[in-house]
């Protein structure tokens, strides 16, 4: 599935007006172990912002979030990025939101509209699986650009690339999924809520060592790097 360029200028736009920096976010680190629906990382409160930290490895693997919409009249912002790594400036991973009361675009299309327009849909083997009865709403970042960095010190600044908000037709869970669209070794990074009021203390929150590591550019193998060509890990 894909949207259309129109909704990608105007994520863009809205990521802009809502996320003033993540460096301001509560940092959580993912393990690599949330590849499904059915063992998501959940978020805690989404009203503080917050950035999860994810590693892209071979094979790459989607990674599964869920947040738990009780208030429908405030959409939630979501924006992806990149740590401020060179080798990782061409990586476009997708994002995408599935559950029973998202709502889906007007302007959106399906992977049977794309074919029906004799264009390819995004094949790429890597897409989530999406339940029975759910809605799914896929937004690429394959034509966005590094529009927005921050900069929190030496040690810590990236890139962000995509940002949509969640809005659903009634409350529920809605999982926030970012796909790999090649196999590759990166590191993107998912934020989400606008209250940067700070507790250092709260519990589950990725360390300063961590953190430090996740941002930096040194890495064996290298960033950025290929995985083995994708035919022979299937």
């Not at 949509?164 to 669209?181: H, K, Y």
Request: hydrophobic share 40%; aromatic share 8%; net charge negative.
């Amino acid at each position: 599935m894909m949207s259309n360029l129109v909704a990608q200028l105007g994520t863009l736009l809205l990521l802009l007006l809502s996320i003033s920096g993540t460096e301001a976010h509560r940092p959580h680190l993912d393990d690599g172990t949330h590849v499904s629906i059915a063992n998501a990382w959940e978020w805690p409160d989404t009203s503080i912002a917050r950035i999860l930290m994810t590693t892209q490895d071979c094979p790459s693997l989607p990674v599964y979030t869920k947040i738990t919409i009780t208030n429908i009249s405030t959409p939630v912002a979501v924006s992806i990025g990149i740590p401020n790594i060179t080798t990782l400036y061409d990586y476009r991973p997708s994002l995408w939101f599935i559950g029973k009361s998202v709502v889906v675009p007007e302007t959106y299309q399906t992977d049977g509209d794309i074919c029906k327009q004799g264009l390819l849909p995004n094949a790429t083997g890597l897409q989530p699986r999406v339940p029975r009865g759910f809605n799914a709403v896929e937004y690429p970042a394959e034509a966005s650009s590094l529009f927005r960095g921050f900069s929190e010190s030496d040690l810590i600044s990236g890139y962000a690339i995509l940002g949509a908000n969640i809005t659903v037709s009634a409350p529920g869970d809605v999982f926030v999924v970012l796909q790999p669209t090649e196999h590759r070794r990166a590191r993107t990074w998912i934020a989400v809520g606008r209250d940067e009021t700070p507790d250092p203390n709260e519990v589950g929150r990725a360390s300063e060592v961590d953190e430090h590591a996740w941002f930096s550019s040194t890495s064996t193998p290298l960033l950025g790097s290929m995985c083995v060509p994708w035919g022979s890990m299937q």
